[in-house]
């Protein structure tokens, strides 16, 4: 019988893990992101992984997969299409230069979003401390390389609900 990653032992997920943290490139998409998320939901730690390396390698890896999935969101979801968002421009790049320009315009960001992102992974991938895009400026500010920072999850929604209310009076 065949079993899930997530349900075999600590060795094999740490094997498995560290198996494709190993290769030259890696080509984080939508499956291999959920068999991550869900060996860590199984109590699988980054102390795990052992090499400190391949650590930051994951990290960084989830940073950028997060980053990309904010920003499509930012582009194909809300900029101009959703209640609220008529008025607002999606000017960052597109998918293939996104991570390379916001090494280039932001470099502050990656950091910021790289520690976000450990923190995320140390709670076992808890949705509130997902890293995620917001738009620094309120209402109608375009998604800019200026105009943007990344903070978790938990602090966007209360920051959006805030701004809600201040609008509502």
Known sequence: MRKFIWEQSKEAQSK??????KKRYIVLDKTLYKSIRNVFQSGFTLDDIGDEDLQAKLI???FYYKFKWSCSNARYVRAGKKKGYEDV?????????????????????VELGIEICR?????????DFAPVLHRIGGKGTNYEWN????????EHDELTKKERKGQAS
């Open 119 to 127: 923190k995320y992974i140390e709670n076992g991938f808890d949705g």
């Open 89 to 109: 421009k999606y000017l960052l790049e597109e998918d293939g230069t996104l991570i390379r320009n916001l090494h280039k315009y932001r470099p502050d960001l």
């Open 60 to 62: 960084k890896e989830i």
């Open 16 to 21: 498995w893990i560290r198996y494709f943290l």
């Open 147 to 154: 105009n943007i920072t990344i903070i978790a999850k938990k």
